[in-house]
């Protein structure tokens, strides 16, 4: 049995990295003409300036001299950094580099403490994000289970009713327009919430306040991504509940005088952990890429502002950077609903595993 | 006639889920705005990013109906054009002097002041001055300029300006307050020029209210030379309220962008799903029925293409193409066909092996006429509840594309619209017709292809029905 969870877990680690790598490749092919644009152009630039260092000419006699000085010093800098190569052959280095988390550095976005270095930007935005995204799926986690859970209990009631319902609006809202709405209701039209950003300027010294300030600025993005998310999620466990609810040993169990409550809540549940995991697994994704955009909307200094940023001023380092780092967070959070599955369902074999659709 | 049969008993079914025909019903009403865009709003959709087809439009105002239900009336759009011209001498030199009365009787301030004066000449060049007489004579000067001609015999000049905020005119109107005692720093308005109406012994109060009564838009010329004419002065003063739905900050008519942003929405998610669950269907049948170790390489494809971050990539795809609606869609296909390749992968597993198909092979049937007859028709409903959910799936995707500002820059969607709210600061200013109507349209769009979905779900795949 632990033999078949390894192989699960490796297999579901090789296709991670498979992904990972695909996802470099992409954008190393997709934005190396531009990068190289970028770099030659910033090479003639420096080239240029140390050559007409003093004097019209710099220290030639004439203009072609100074231009053949010119054209020479650039080609060797451009021999230098390998930019004569063929992009299919330099593609690799750069994917070296990037899978080794040497980023570069941006065009024009720094960090907040001044670094134009890709890799810190980054690693200033990604705990944000994650704190944001973290809190709401774990609250999201625990609620749906809640309600799922109850819904099923009572099918056809109008609890069960307006879960159903919530779960099918869930698929048609845009998360970041809820959020915008939100906003402007509770930050501009109802300011009791605050219009933006995670602390307050300047953010509280004392450690609760601190805490405070940072989940009162939480409360709306949290709550947006709640809003949208919590029905379809619910919706997903109630029909995995009624299904089991209808199984020879739940009727057993009932039969035997356990409490309705222990029934649902304890058994039920606990069968089906495993099918609202692969659930799980599959929503993250896109509760994650949501979340991105609700950051946008909130001014939530995280992954996704970059995006935005980054977009608005064109740094394609950034944008690389973020991709890569988004790419490795969904890769991470589904192998960890992976080992939990893993974990909660040991008859697990590839294949047969996944529930389909 | 078999085919048809099955179309009737699915309809039959279908009429009595309630939340079905209701998605049903918003379809029917979708498709037909978007077939009657052309009529509802007449508009050329390639002209909405083009801020020059709009610029005689009232910048940002509400609704009318969201007006009147505060209990006020708005001011409507006026069109000075029917000027009054007189011509005089001065120091021997040509004047003119242009009139453009208006009886301004309204309880606020126009939202813009635009003018446009088309002025000729003969000789080196012409001065000109533009100012308002007010109901109270006072005079204020709103803007000067010179005209030059470089041949020194025949000139003319066009001078069109939105005065709303244009600083030339509010250093004038500074002017003006500071010989009046004011200063323009302290006074709160919308627009400078708003200053230009409002009641003077109010003012000096700190209350910002329109004087009523008869103003007279002028225009003075005079010219270094023979002649001089003016052919055109008009002014406009915009609205405070426009339209169904408002306009924004460039003056785009609303409600004109939500109604096309409809027909494009529907192309985005229809094209997109149908190609989708096309390729999925395929593949999935395809792997299924060959099976052994290709039908294992080729469910890994998915497993991998499944894991794949979409919106990030489609970033980098979009940045790097600068898309086109018909490129976008096709981006959005490449995501959206696994989950109908697994499904249907599952059931060609269950088809391959029972009677009929048996029965196909022994006959001698080839196998893609197995495939193509006898096993995808029978997949075939089971994938019309996909179809419908692939269809919202789209429609947001893209909406999150455009809200990036990577969608295709030319047509008005819906994503396109909250982007240009968003970075207008839409929110701040409390423009709230400008941000919820496009979040509605794509939550009601993607509500009408959820319900039909989740009714067609129910009909197809008993097993699921809940009660």
Redesign the interface.
């Known amino acids: 049995m632990a033999s078949g969870l390894g192989r699960y877990l490796a297999l579901r680690a090789v296709?991670?990295v498979?992904?990972i790598i695909?996802?470099v490749l992409?954008?190393l092919i997709?934005?190396g003409p531009?990068v190289d644009q970028q770099l030659k152009a910033q090479i003639e630039m420096e080239v240029r300036q140390q050559i007409l260092k003093g004097g019209a000419f710099g220290k030639y006699k004439t203009p072609e001299e100074a231009k053949r000085a010119m054209q020479k010093a650039i080609e060797e800098r451009i021999k230098a950094l390998g930019l004569d190569k063929p992009w299919y052959i330099r593609i690799w280095g750069d994917l070296w580099r990037t899978l080794t988390f040497d980023l570069g550095t941006s065009w024009v976005i720094k960090s907040d403490s001044g670094s134009s270095k890709v890799v810190n930007i980054l690693l200033e935005r990604i705990p944000r994000t994650v704190l944001l995204f973290g809190t709401s799926t774990i609250i999201l986690l625990v609620l749906q289970l809640l309600l799922g859970a109850k819904a099923a209990a009572t099918?056809?009631s109008l609890f069960d009713r307006v879960v159903?319902l919530s779960g099918?609006?869930g698929?048609?809202?845009?998360t970041?327009?809820?959020g915008?709405?939100l906003?402007?209701l509770f930050?501009?039209?109802i300011p009791i919430f605050p219009?933006g950003g995670m602390v307050s300027v300047p953010p509280p010294q004392e450690p609760l306040r601190y805490a405070l300030d940072l989940a009162w600025h939480m409360f709306l993005p949290v709550l947006t991504i709640l809003i949208v998310a919590l029905g379809g999620w619910a919706y997903v466990t109630r029909?995995l509940m009624?299904g089991i609810l209808t199984e020879d040993y739940i009727t057993t169990s009932r039969a035997k005088g356990v409490p309705e409550r222990k029934v649902i809540y304890y058994h039920a549940l606990k069968m089906a952990a495993p099918p609202i995991l692969t659930q799980v697994t599959l929503a993250i994704?896109s509760i994650f890429?949501g979340g991105?955009?609700t950051e946008?909307?909130f001014s939530w200094p995280g992954m996704g502002l970059l995006?935005?940023d980054a977009?608005?001023s064109?740094d394609?380092p950034v944008?690389m950077g973020?991709?890569y780092f988004?790419?490795i967070l969904?890769?991470l959070a589904?192998l960890t609903a992976d080992l939990l599955y893993g974990i909660v369902d040991p008859r697990i074999r590839l294949g047969a595993g996944g529930a389909?659709? | 006639m078999k085919f048809a049969a099955r179309i009737r008993d699915f309809w039959n079914e279908f009429k009595h889920r309630k939340?079905g025909i209701l998605g049903l019903g918003i379809l029917v009403v979708i498709v037909s705005i978007s077939v009657l865009a052309p009529v509802i709003a007449p508009m050329d959709p390639t002209r909405w990013s083009d801020v020059n087809y709009w610029t005689n439009n009232p910048k940002g105002v509400p609704p009318t109906w969201a007006y009147y239900l505060q209990g006020k009336v708005p001011i409507p759009q006026l069109y000075l054009e029917n000027y009054k011209t007189k011509l005089t001498k001065i120091s021997g030199y040509p004047m003119i002097q242009v009139f453009l009365p208006i009886n301004y009787s309204y309880t606020e301030f126009p939202t813009m002041v635009k003018w446009k004066i088309n002025l000729t000449f003969v000789g080196a060049g012409a001065f000109y001055e533009i100012y308002i007489m007010r109901p109270d004579r006072k005079k204020i000067t709103l803007y000067t300029g010179t005209a030059t001609t470089s041949n020194a015999s025949q000139g003319w000049t066009v001078i069109e300006i939105d005065a709303t905020r244009h600083p030339d005119v509010e250093r004038r109107i500074g002017e003006w307050l500071s010989s009046v005692g004011l200063d323009i720093n302290k006074i709160q308005v919308a627009a400078p020029i708003q200053i230009a109406f409002a009641d003077l012994k109010l003012l000096k109060k700190n209350k910002v209210v329109p004087l009523k009564g008869k103003y007279v838009f002028t225009v003075r010329a005079i010219a270094q030379g023979k002649n001089i004419n003016v052919t055109q002065f008009r002014v406009i003063l915009g609205a405070t309220a426009y339209g169904l739905l408002g306009t924004d900050k460039s003056g785009r008519d609303l409600f004109k962008g939500l109604v096309w942003g409809t027909p494009i929405a529907l192309l985005i998610g229809v094209l997109t799903s149908v190609l989708g669950v096309a390729i999925g269907l395929l593949y999935g049948v395809t792997s299924g029925y060959i099976g052994g170790w290709s039908d294992e390489a080729m469910m890994?494809v998915v497993?991998?293409l499944m894991?794949?971050?979409?919106?990030?990539?489609l970033?980098?795809?979009a940045?790097?193409y600068r898309p086109t609606i018909w490129l976008i869609i096709l981006f959005l296909t490449i995501f959206g066909w696994m989950?109908i390749a697994?499904?249907s992968r599952?059931i060609a597993l269950q088809l391959k092996e029972s009677a009929f198909v048996e029965a196909a092979r022994a006959i001698g049937a080839s196998r893609k006429r197995i495939i193509l007859v006898h096993i995808i028709p029978n997949i075939v409903p089971y994938t019309v509840a996909?179809l419908a959910?692939g269809i919202?799936?789209a429609i947001?995707t893209e909406?999150?594309l455009s809200?990036?500002?990577?969608g295709d820059p030319s047509l008005p969607t819906w994503g396109a619209i909250?982007n240009q709210?968003?970075t207008g600061g839409a929110?701040?200013s409390?423009m709230?017709w400008w941000?919820?109507p496009?979040?509605l349209a794509?939550?009601?769009v993607?509500?009408a292809f959820?319900?039909i979905g989740?009714a067609v779900d129910e009909i197809v795949n008993p097993r699921?029905r809940?009660?």
């Open positions: 296709n991670s498979i992904v695909a996802v992409l954008t997709m934005f531009l099918p056809g159903v099918l609006l698929y048609a809202f845009a970041w327009w809820v915008m709405v906003l402007y930050a501009y039209l219009a029909n009624i994704a890429t991105l955009l946008i909307v995006y935005w977009i608005l064109l394609i944008i973020d991709v988004t790419t969904i890769v589904n389909t659709l | 939340i890994r497993d991998i894991s794949l971050p979409k919106l990030p990539i970033i980098v795809l940045i790097a989950g697994r499904v599952s996909a959910l919202p799936d947001l909406a999150a809200f990036l500002g990577l909250l709210a968003q929110l701040g409390g709230w941000f919820i496009p979040g794509i939550a009601v993607s509500m959820v319900f989740y699921l809940r009660r």
